[in-house]
């Protein structure tokens, strides 16, 4: 018997404004951002379309800063943040670190210096990016100090965090600071610092200690090489108990953005795990942030950000949303999170290497489609059987609808139709249907069928450069619909699971989207040289991308992907004697002129 499809009926009466909490990653240690495999990572992460990710939080940064006998060399740090702005991401800074292990936090009298140190980095980066850009950074104190990251004890750590709001409001008051970043939930370090900002005296200024957000770090399981099923709703229930441990005993705080900075199913980044390279991590993502929306946000919880904690470098099974390829292994530079300065001029060389995108990054293509209001969908129960749908509109009235289906076992399997309908639909409409599951290929699933997964002689991932091009095809959702609708938009969709699926809806136009301006740089890669192609995004809703090749200067463009992709690069293998060629698509499948990527 043939199960009825799940009705999906997004509720326009209930419309809110909506806030994309979601784009932010981290990694550590710091020291990667001087190296050409994270340099490349965040290339591609910054064409996620509209700032899909945007904030970047990276560990013991300031172990990048060296002690002299004059004061303070910054230039390593300051290259390391040239980096991210460059790439047009935000930092969410952690002040964390110990330049050449110059402070005893455990001493006395430390404090004038280390706020003086924080007010000499700030009046810098004032004067290397601007105010304006300082005023959109989030500052946090040292990472999950309940943890043995901090060493020094729970008096010595508010003493600390009192020097780094001084030394920043002695800069440039004003900055957005705040944390603890806790690991544990109530942990005794997490309770004494919001009683030290509820009613406390900052020891260097007498004042109360300002606190802008409360960061903590819930994840859905404990690390473990077994594959334990997540608990994605404890999550959001480890949040209340902060949310709730506020109200009651520091009311002051209780209003203050809770960030939970490091959201991931599963603590452990190294540690492998399968799913990770598969559709059950983009369909749990999409979930997560689901449940935050209805289980924290429509609650009346201060929601701020939630972060997935997966800007890592690694293999398939690791929290990472790249695959790496070839080059040096540094997995174990990242697991210590220790910083050698000695090293640096082996940081910026690399053997040859090449990175595949994972589903986990696909998704947050994806996401990034998702409008400035929120029309919620009743009668849906996904934290029960599975299927949900995150459903929003933007000013113009087009429609972006997420739908998932996810369970938090990780050994389940099965299907679902979704009837989805959606309102105040009258006349044309263009609809879009791109999923992610593992039905269709997935760079894993491509990697799986060669004969590359036998133990390699050597501990790097290789792979021909027929299979790199096969995998990062696989790697962009794939389109399962398009077609013009006559008044209602009604469609049937079948969802596996677990998977993820992006429907995009607009009036109908027949206008073709201007073409792009399309950049092509050479880089080093596994096999040889490959392009990366990067051009900007526009801002028409729904608009993708193809790239072609084309021979000489007259052959006609061939495209390499099989549907046009959301996201505004893409990385193939270098073939001689042949032209790239990009163009923009409109939802309806109009498409621009094919332009040239032009060498910079």
């Not at 099989?562 to 690069?569: F, G, T």
């Amino acid at each position: 018997m043939t199960a009825s499809p799940i009705q999906v009926r997004p509720d326009l009466s209930k419309a809110h404004a909506f806030d994309r909490f979601w784009r932010g990653t981290g990694f550590s240690p710091g020291e990667l951002l001087l190296t050409p495999e994270m340099q490349r990572t965040l290339k591609l992460l910054s064409a996620t379309p509209c700032q899909g990710v945007e904030y970047l939080r990276p560990h013991f940064l300031l172990n990048l800063v060296s002690k002299k006998a004059t004061g303070y060399d910054f230039s390593l740090l300051e290259e390391a943040v040239d980096v991210m702005v460059d790439n047009h991401f935000v930092p969410f800074f952690e002040i964390m670190g110990n330049p050449s292990d110059a402070f005893d936090f455990r001493g006395t009298d430390w404090a004038p210096a280390w706020r003086d140190l924080v007010a000499e980095m700030i009046q810098r980066f004032a004067i290397r990016y601007g105010e304006d850009e300082l005023r959109r950074w989030y500052f946090e104190s040292w990472n999950e100090p309940d943890l043995p990251w901090w060493t020094s004890g729970e008096a010595a750590f508010l003493v600390y965090y009192d020097a780094c709001v001084a030394g920043l409001d002695a800069a440039l008051p004003g900055l957005k600071v705040g944390g603890p970043g806790t690991a544990r939930t109530l942990s005794p370090m997490f309770k004494a610092f919001v009683a030290h900002c509820d009613a406390g005296e900052n020891r260097l200024t007498g004042e109360r200690p300002r606190c802008d957000f409360i960061s903590v770090h819930e994840k859905g399981v404990e690390k473990s090489y077994e594959d334990i099923a997540p608990d994605s709703v404890g999550i959001c229930r480890r949040e209340w108990q902060a949310i709730d441990y506020l109200r009651q005993y520091h009311p002051s705080l209780a209003g203050l953005p809770i960030i939970n900075n490091e959201c991931d199913p599963q603590v452990g980044w190294w540690q492998h795990h399968t799913w990770r390279a598969t559709a059950y991590k983009p369909a749990i993502i999409a979930k997560i942030i689901d449940q935050h929306q209805r289980l924290m946000a429509d609650r009346g919880a201060p929601m701020g950000m939630l972060f997935n904690d997966n800007g890592f470098m690694g293999e398939w099974g690791q929290r990472t949303q790249f695959t790496l390829f070839g080059g040096r292994s540094v997995s174990k530079a990242q697991s210590e999170h220790e910083t050698d300065l000695k090293r640096v001029d082996e940081l910026r060389r690399t053997d040859p290497f090449s990175l595949v995108k994972k589903p986990s990054l696909s998704v947050m293509d994806m996401l990034a489609q998702l409008g400035d209001t929120r029309v919620p969908v009743p009668d849906l129960t996904p934290d029960e059987d599975g299927p949900g749908a995150i459903a929003t509109q933007d000013k113009s009235g087009n429609w972006a609808v997420l739908l998932y289906h996810s369970r938090d076992a990780v050994r389940v399997s099965g299907s679902v139709k979704i009837n989805l309908e959606l309102p105040d639909t009258q006349s044309l409409w263009d609809v879009l249907v791109l999923a992610l599951n593992d039905v269709d290929d997935n760079p894993f699933a491509v990697w799986e069928l060669t004969d590359l997964p036998r133990p390699p002689r050597s501990p790097k991932l290789t792979a021909p450069s027929v299979v790199l091009d096969a995998m990062r095809r696989a790697a962009e959702p794939r389109q399962h619909l398009r077609q013009r609708c006559q008044d209602v938009i009604n469609l049937d969709i079948e969802m596996p699971l677990p998977s993820a699926a992006l429907v995009l809806a607009a009036p109908a136009s027949d206008i073709p989207p201007p073409p792009p301006v399309a950049k092509l740089d050479e880089i080093d890669g596994l096999n040889g040289p490959e392009w990366f192609v990067s051009w900007d995004e526009g801002s028409a809703f729904g608009v993708r991308f193809d790239v072609a090749l084309a021979d000489g200067e007259n052959g006609e463009p061939v495209p390499v992907l099989d549907s046009p992709i959301l996201a505004s690069a893409f990385v193939l293998s270098a073939v001689a004697d042949k032209r790239v060629m990009v163009r923009s698509v409109a939802l309806s499948g109009m498409a621009s002129d094919w332009v040239e990527a032009v060498c910079v």
